[in-house]
């Protein structure tokens, strides 16, 4: 029998009765653990053969960040609002998850980032992206300096709001709301987003998902913080330097076929539908 990690926030009611009310269920299928995220973190050391995680997109990227170098499959059941990541509906969830127990479902395998922030040629911390990676104001509404290296060349310094870095993965999130691209998940490709730049020159860049990406602050006001997926917030200063690959980790999504990239933008972003002209 399959051992299956059941992972949700607790804290919201919604979520802690779906998985009560679907726990008898469960454990006539499979052996399960159930992760309390609004306590539990770290789940590296499970021995489970797969995660179903009940929330939001953001309850799946604090999973994948749980799981660290065990990257076991993962598939969300959507209880959020917008819900990018989840595969599966919560009335159909049952019927899902059997065809899922027998094997009949393909693994997509996505692209991490690999995040450091250096101080005085020290890390002091290093965090897995499964979306993206963040320079931005925290406080005051000034502008900010932002040095990019790419391999090593100088690209651009920037003034702007911040920077976004993103995974093709983490296309639909942040980096969409700044203006950033479109990626199919698929891609091995890095994009780099400026904020709202002070030179409307600058703009998104699409880059190899080899290179080796160094952000410098140049800016030497306090209230600038650097954050991964939302969640993972440090404090920087002048002269930090944030570093971001490709990690030699990748996370593993589960594929039941029942959506595709372009399903999901059509149903979520309204791609394909009539303007509305309104009526006189």
């Given at each position: 029998m399959k051992k299956i990690l059941v992972v949700g926030d607790f804290s919201k009611k919604k979520i802690h009765d779906s998985i009560a009310g679907l726990k008898p269920w469960f454990e006539k299928h499979v052996s399960i653990e159930i992760v309390d995220l609004s306590k539990e973190k770290k789940i590296e050391k499970t021995g489970a053969e797969m995660a179903v995680v009940f929330g939001g997109d953001g309850a799946i990227l604090s999973t994948c960040r749980g799981l660290g170098r065990n990257q076991i499959p993962i598939v969300g059941v959507h209880m959020g609002r917008f819900g990018f990541l989840a595969e599966l509906m919560e009335k159909d969830v049952c019927v899902s998850l059997e065809k899922i127990f027998t094997g009949n479902y393909q693994i997509r395998k996505r692209t991490l980032l690999l995040c450091r922030v250096e101080r005085d040629g020290k890390i002091i911390n290093e965090s897995t992206g499964i979306n993206d990676a963040v320079i931005s104001r925290s406080s005051l509404s000034r502008l900010i300096s932002i040095k990019l290296n790419i391999n090593g060349e100088n690209v651009a310094t920037y003034r702007a709001d911040g920077l976004i870095v993103s995974t093709p993965l983490g296309s639909t999130a942040h980096s969409l709301s700044a203006g950033g691209p479109l990626l199919t998940p698929d891609?091995?490709?890095?994009?780099?987003?400026?904020?709202?730049?002070?030179?409307?020159?600058?703009?998104?860049?699409?880059?190899?998902?080899?290179?080796?990406?160094?952000?410098?602050?140049?800016?030497?006001?306090?209230?600038?913080?650097?954050?991964?997926?939302?969640?993972?917030?440090?404090?920087?200063?002048?002269?930090?330097?944030?570093k971001i690959e490709r990690s030699d980790i990748e996370v593993q999504m589960i594929d039941t076929g029942t959506r595709t990239f372009y399903g999901v933008l059509r149903e979520k972003l309204n791609w394909g539908g009539h303007p509305n002209y309104g009526r006189n």
């Open positions: 891609l091995h490709a890095f994009i780099i987003v400026p904020i709202c730049p002070h030179t409307l020159t600058n703009r998104p860049l699409v880059v190899s998902g080899d290179v080796k990406i160094e952000m410098e602050l140049l800016s030497q006001m306090g209230g600038t913080g650097f954050t991964v997926d939302g969640q993972v917030f440090t404090e920087i200063e002048m002269g930090d330097k944030i």
